[in-house]
DNA sequence: AAGTGCTGCAACCGCTCCGGG
DNA sequence: ACCCGGAGCGGTTGCAGCACT
């Protein structure tokens, strides 16, 4: 007997989301959170693939994320996880807060690939395509100090660019993603505006973390909780593994939405 | 202005992993 | 130890928007 599929494959819609999927969908794990994706479609109203209300929830509804290109530090953070880690996008989208596995791996196809391949570097082995070359070094020579420092002390200096959100660097970066993103995404605008910014609950500050988290993995349907915590959870816990700060539960539950809500 | 090609991103597909029974 | 089902991951595709002719 076959696996059962994911999903009713006649009932279900697919191809772009539209503005009214995407309130529908927001709204839904606003209230209830995401128990099983399997049933937050049926829950929610949405003739989707559970798959496909958690990819569009992950990639794009997500309230943490950042919008736009990655800017040069990402860009550089990404080349030296890829070296050490190769195509395993959700371990660097981990390192990256607000940044998706989708994301990254979109960026690396479309911009990061070529922009090695210009420098003389090989993307898949990061070694120079041609031995005369001098890896990281812009065609101009220009230096690229940032890699280096990434190379040899990357844990330290990925500790320093990405430190884990502070009650003002969480606000910071809250503030940059809606002034740089979904400000500029008309759609979600009206999707967080109308959905959202009403909803006192999506301040998380008291959520205890470590509970629900630790435990399942996602959310309870009990709670306002979110799994961009778990994102950030996981950010966490690799900087943990790369050997520097160690993040109290005080600083993963002082986070909140900026202020935003 | 219209046609064509290119680029970049959102979304899908299929496989693997992992936890529960 | 094994099986099953759900979640997650990485590769790939489709298409909209843009640049160029």
Known sequence: MGR??????????????????????????????HCCWRSVPKLAGLRRCGKSCRLRWTNYLRPDLKRGLL???????VIDLH????????????SLPGRTDNEIKNHWNTHIKKKLVKMGIDP????????????????????????DALQLELPKDCAAEFSP????????????????????????????????????????????SRGEYGKL?????????????????????????????EFSEIDINSLDMGGKF
């Not at 070296?83 to 981990?94: F, M, Q, Y």
């Open 4 to 33: 059962q599929p994911c999903c009713d494959k006649l009932d279900v819609k697919k191809g772009p989301w539209t503005a009214d999927e995407d309130k529908k969908l927001v709204n839904f794990i606003l209230t209830h959170g």
């Open 71 to 77: 800017n040069e530090v990402e860009e550089q953070l």
């Open 217 to 245: 993995g996602l959310f309870s349907c009990e709670e306002s909780s979110f799994s961009w915590l778990l994102d950030n959870r996981n950010i966490i816990d690799d900087h943990r593994n790369f050997g520097f700060g």
């Open 124 to 147: 898949v082995t990061h070694e120079p395509l041609h031995k005369s070359d001098t890896p990281h070094k812009a065609p101009n020579g220009d230096h690229h100090p940032s890699l």
């Open 83 to 94: 070296a050490r880690l190769g195509n395993r996008w959700s371990k660097i989208a981990a």
């Open 165 to 208: 959100p502070t009650e003002n660097s969480s606000a910071d970066e809250s503030r940059s993603t809606s002034e740089s993103g979904n400000e500029e995404d008309p759609s979600m605008n009206l999707i967080w505006s109308e959905v959202f910014l009403n909803d006192l609950s999506w301040n998380i500050s008291g959520l205890d």
